[in-house]
């Protein structure tokens, strides 16, 4: 099967227009006469929901969390990048989709990009006529920021919790919708699977995580804003609930996955601290602005508790024993290198035993410089926050030693396959947000992902499902569709082959295993040798998954270790396809670094011949190999060029 | 370093509930207080034991799911901090710990130390929101806000709904958590068409769901891990209060 | 009439009734304080107020009605605003840590019902003479003037050598006295700061002034009231200043 992208072709700055005039309009008396299920209530959802509701559509939407402000859509620190150009520093929507297919290193489809550069002052509009407190200047008007990957001032942030604001913006345009009754909402409550009938997306199976109930819902259309995967590594700045089973369900029901190798490590988190650590937290990019990258010169230097390497102090380290490595390998760039690179940098001085830190993953965010350029006070100023929040998690000051950071996974550029209209390759299946692959190639530049949420949600979708609605018509559903039983009972039986498995191994064991595997060999640097040998691996994890996992407690009762295990289950599944994804792609872009394919220097080398498209995995299987379709993506507007920090 | 810990256990909302002991061996200083029960919850999983029931979700403070009583203290009682980001540095070897769920009859229990905190929701849902339709927005700089306006309006809006100052109210009251919605919408010209009828159906809903009043104690101020100041609940009491002088009814 | 029901059974509503019934009580104590403190201009001062206060009986009497209807008033919105906070916690805390609440915003339900005694006995004391050895009270003297005899029934009643009592019974009565002018202090200090917040007088800028006004208040009540029975007792104030 060939995927069509859908795009209008011609002239991309009326592209959208012209699309929005052809698509087909439901007349607004029509509109109560469809419902539509939203799955997420993040950015994407909460929004989609909430416009879908304003428009008349009968919606009803799901989340797994206690209420749908909790979405980890608000724990996005930065900001929102828009094309406002308030700075006067020539922005523009092209410098804004350019900067976004560059920083994907050309892996996104112009279209969509063109669309969501156009879309970004909408939203921030939209947000502030909502309340959304953004930052300000001294004179009432939006303050901006710069972020990694550009050269303009185009961020609008507030504090530290953009997400947050934005979230909680969308959530209250949500409950406003909730109030007037045309969005039902249903919290608690996890999407299992997705029903298909007669070829298009009409319904889903949920469980009830308080009573266990499993339940089916028909509609004439479902969206899917499930957020991303790299909770697949175990490790990661998502939130603990975040996982894959959402998309994973709609790929066994024929939806694609696409780009699945695309994850993105953000260079500043804290670094691990032992074996029973359960997250990783990010610290605000920002830091690098002022502080400086460093490790010890001398191996025996780095203090690694797993290794028994007591190593020295960094107080005690002097200049001419420390290297920064950033500031030596990327002259130009220095500490301010994109997020991949630094990233990649990172592993490597660590992988040569010069990473400081609990099991030696760990380079030092030094700010000596900056307390004497800037006086404590200032930087206090900037960073107060960021150094409260390390010190609570390490018990060590950023006044007195230097941080330690290391990079974290934190957002997955792969998801669903999707057209222009944000539709998947079944019909009646639109997918939003993280969940989605559409908007950021290879590689995400700070900012963009609360832009894409909220495009997609407010602007994008709205108009889109429409298009299909009204082609299909109002049509009749039904729970009482051979699809709805059985989809129900295959949920059932999991969950009861789940719980009657009374294995030795806990939940978290499985996961903790799979995520370190993944790390390793499918993470910042990857190989062929790795990636094959990690092919090997996941089955039998799987496997021993299935015959020794311990899910104590019942199917009918509040169960949290249930709900982990049915996750679990699906990224053991999903695993396989991001690996294989990865070995498949022999280049390197983005966040997708291979080694045989680097430059003499061992910057990462893009194929753009043979790898310029979009890999998307159609599901065969449980122990199946997937097949691969492609859509070539072609580049009008936009040069490609290699990119460089040196 | 080892711990006592006394934890609720409880089955449902109708389930009478009772205290049950654990040793917590072996704490690292460096974990977080959720991952220390992560550990003694594994410990339970392989025996066959149902775990302690706890909300958590993004563990770094700012989706509002975790919370419940540590010795008495909301969130363990630091400085704007979150129980998922209180660390186990805090406590010393042969601690004994009382872990109890948020208590309030808005809050019923849904399972050991996870309350149901859905009247919230339903609080926002009566009016937290400016009544702005989709795409019908201005420019976004068209109307400017003073920068101490907006950032006293981001003081409120910073709220994470976790229900820390319902806890430690001695009232159960939830007028610091619908006092911040109410003084983050009402202070910016955005919110004002609203801003009196808003603040009657609020509040309305407010008392409906069962919460307390307000004695003035600035419990939910002191153990807010977002430090929502008091003066918010001022502002929504002369906010109803002028909302009845004008003669407007919601 | 509907919204103004609906909003006097807010939580809210019910917090500004108390506020503002508080607010009328609480002038009422200062009034009342500046008046007596007169004692310590002598006798004839003291006396020649409470005769002009006596003068006007229908305002007088309007007053007491007034005072009583607010101390119903700020009672009854109490009482409903404690069962309240009593439902919204129907279970409590094995262990409950207070952070930043004080003694007095603690004991505000114990204090205010002790006030109430001390209300009911100091009418008794001073006004109904119920339980004063020799209340001697107002009266038309021949030349037409009304004559009181309030600064000597100050002395008479906190005076340990008043005959018909035992000074262990007047150094009881002063103890009360007090015991009662703190709890007041306290009552009223965090009762005129909560006010400011009830009824919406909150500015950031205005917190610490606000405070300390309440603050101020209560030691200045503490203080002036607590000077009388004291300055009775030292014989600072006494039967021989009077005549």
């Known amino acids: 099967m060939t995927l069509q992208s859908n795009a209008p072709g011609g002239d991309i700055e009326t592209a959208w227009d012209r699309h929005r005039f052809d698509m087909k309009v439901v007349n607004p008396a029509n509109k109560r006469k469809y419902t539509v299920i939203v799955v997420g209530t993040g950015l994407a959802g909460a929004s989609a929901a909430a416009t879908m509701g304003e428009l008349g559509y009968n919606v009803l939407n799901f989340c797994f969390q206690d209420s749908p402000r909790r979405a980890h859509s608000i724990a996005a620190q930065g900001g929102i990048n828009a094309a406002k150009n308030y700075q006067g520093d020539a922005d523009s929507v092209f410098r804004l989709f350019y900067d976004t297919i560059k920083g994907g290193d050309f892996r996104a489809r112009e279209e969509n990009v063109y669309r969501l550069a156009q879309i970004s002052n909408n939203i921030i509009d939209q947000a502030v006529a909502q309340g959304v407190p953004f930052a300000r200047e001294y004179g009432g008007l939006l303050g901006n920021r710069s972020f990694g990957g550009a050269l303009v001032s185009r961020t609008f942030y507030s504090q530290g919790q953009t997400g947050q604001q934005l979230l909680l913006g969308a959530y209250q345009a949500l409950s406003r919708q909730i109030q007037a009754g045309t969005v039902k909402i249903f919290p608690r409550t996890e999407m299992q699977d997705l029903v298909v009938h007669d070829g298009h997306a009409r319904g889903i199976i949920t469980r009830h995580l308080v009573t266990g109930k499993i339940e089916r819902w028909a509609a004439d259309a479902v969206v899917l804003a499930t957020g991303g995967y790299v909770n697949v590594y175990f490790l990661s700045t998502n939130a603990m609930g975040s996982n894959v089973t959402a998309t994973w369900r709609a790929t066994r029901r024929g939806a694609y996955f696409a780009n699945p190798c695309y994850t993105q490590i953000h260079p500043t988190c804290i670094p691990v601290s032992g074996g029973y650590q359960s997250k990783l937290t990010l610290m605000s990019e920002s830091l690098r602005n002022d502080g400086r990258v460093w490790v010890p010169k001398n191996a025996e230097d780095a203090w690694n508790a797993k290794a028994a390497k007591v190593g020295r102090h960094p107080g005690d380290i002097p200049e001419s024993d420390r290297d920064y490595y950033l500031e030596r390998r990327y002259p130009t760039f220095g500490n301010l290198v994109p997020r991949d690179v630094a990233s990649r940098n990172a592993k490597l001085v660590c992988d040569a035993g010069h990473g400081v830190s609990f099991e030696g993953n760990g380079v030092y965010l030094d700010f000596a410089d900056a307390y004497e350029r800037l006086g404590r006070k200032e930087v206090g100023e900037r960073y107060g926050n960021l150094f409260d929040m390390y010190q609570r998690i390490t018990g060590e000051s950023a006044y007195e030693q230097p941080m330690r950071i290391y990079p974290a996974p934190h957002y997955a550029m792969g998801g669903l396959w999707v057209d222009y209209n944000l539709q998947s390759n079944v019909p009646g299946l639109f997918v939003l947000g993280e969940a989605n692959f559409s908007d950021h190639g290879a590689n995400r530049l700070g900012a963009s992902a609360l832009m894409q949420g909220l495009s997609d949600g407010y602007f994008v979708l709205p108009y889109t499902i429409g298009h299909y609605l009204g082609i299909q018509g109002p049509r009749k559903s039904s729970t009482d569709w051979g699809e709805f039983a059985q989809a129900e009972e295959q949920v059932t039986d999991r969950i009861n082959k789940l719980l009657s498995i009374k294995g030795k191994r806990t939940v978290d064991s499985f996961h903790r295993e799979l995520g370190l595997e993944l790390w390793n060999n499918c993470g910042m640097a990857r190989n062929r040798h790795d990636l094959t040998t990690l092919l090997g691996r996941i089955p039998e994890i799987r496997a021993e998954f299935w015959e020794n996992v311990s899910v104590p407690g019942s199917a009918g009762d509040l169960n949290q270790t249930l709900e982990r295990a049915g996750r679990v289950a699906d990224f053991l599944e999903f695993a396989e396809v991001m690996a294989l994804d990865a070995r498949q792609r022999e280049e390197s872009c983005g966040g997708h670094f291979r080694v045989e394919h680097a430059t003499e220097e061992g910057e990462a080398r893009r194929d753009d011949v043979n790898f310029r498209y979009v890999a998307a995995w159609e599901y065969q299987g449980v122990d199946q190999k997937p097949t691969m379709h492609k859509e070539q993506l072609e580049f009008r507007y936009v040069k490609l060029t290699q990119r460089s920090y040196k | 370093m080892n711990l006592t810990l006394h934890v609720w256990r409880q089955k449902g909302p109708s389930d009478v509930g009772q205290f049950q002991t654990f040793q917590a061996t072996g704490v690292s200083k460096d974990q977080s207080f959720l991952e220390m029960l992560d550990v003694v919850n594994d410990k339970l999983e392989l025996a066959g034991k149902d775990p302690i029931v706890f909300e958590h979700d993004c563990r770094e403070g700012i989706c509002g799911c975790c919370g419940f009583m540590v010795n008495g203290k909301a969130h363990g009682g630091q400085p704007e901090t979150t129980v998922c980001q209180l660390h186990m540095r805090s406590f010393s070897d042969g601690d004994e710990l009382i872990i109890e769920p948020w208590r309030s009859a808005a809050f019923p229990v849904v399972k050991d130390l996870m309350v149901d905190r859905s009247a919230f929701d339903r609080i926002v849902q009566a009016g937290g929101y400016v009544s702005v339709r989709t795409g019908s927005a201005q420019d976004a700089n068209a109307i400017p806000i003073s920068k101490e306006i907006a950032d006293r309006a981001f003081d409120s809006a910073a709220c994470i709904g976790c229900g820390a100052c319902v806890a430690s109210c001695p009232n159960a009251s939830a007028m610091l958590f619908t006092g911040a919605k109410i003084n983050h919408l009402g202070l910016l010209p955005q919110g004002q068409v609203e801003r009196f009828s808003r603040v009657q159906a609020m509040t309305q809903q407010m008392d409906a769901e069962g919460f307390g009043p307000c004695s003035n104690h600035e419990e939910c101020e002191a153990y807010c891990p977002k430090g929502i100041p008091v003066e918010v609940i001022g502002r929504m009491n002369g906010d109803l209060l002028k909302a009845q002088l004008r003669g407007r009814d919601s | ?243």
């Open chain 3, 1 to 243: 009439m509907n919204w103004f029901m609906r909003f006097a059974k807010s939580t809210i509503g019910l917090k500004i009734t108390m506020a503002i019934s508080g607010l009328v009580l609480f002038a009422f104590v200062i009034g009342h304080m500046v008046g007596n403190l007169q004692v310590f201009l002598g006798a004839s001062a003291l006396n020649h107020y409470a005769a002009f206060l006596q003068s006007e009986q229908l305002l007088l009497w309007i007053a007491r009605i007034v005072l009583l209807v607010l101390v119903v008033v700020h009672i009854w919105s109490s009482v409903v605003l404690t069962l309240r906070a009593k439902v919204a916690r129907p279970q409590g805390y094995r262990k409950w840590q207070s952070k930043a609440s004080t003694y007095a915003s603690r004991t505000m339900r114990v204090s205010g019902p002790i006030l109430l005694l001390f209300i009911i006995f100091h009418l008794l004391h001073l006004t109904i003479g119920s339980v004063h050895p020799d209340l001697q009270h107002c009266a038309v003297q021949a030349s037409g003037d009304l004559q009181c005899f309030a600064y000597q029934n100050v002395s008479a009643a906190f005076s340990l050598s008043t005959a018909g009592t035992t000074a262990a019974i007047q150094g009881g009565i002063v103890a009360f006295y007090i015991v009662a002018m703190l709890l007041l202090g306290m009552h009223l200090g965090h009762g005129a700061y909560s006010m400011f917040r009830t009824l919406g007088l909150t500015n950031p800028r205005y917190d610490k002034m606000a405070r300390a006004f309440a603050t101020a208040v209560a030691v200045i009540i503490v203080v002036g009231n607590c000077s009388i029975p004291l300055a009775v007792l030292t014989g600072l104030v006494g039967q021989a200043g009077g005549h």
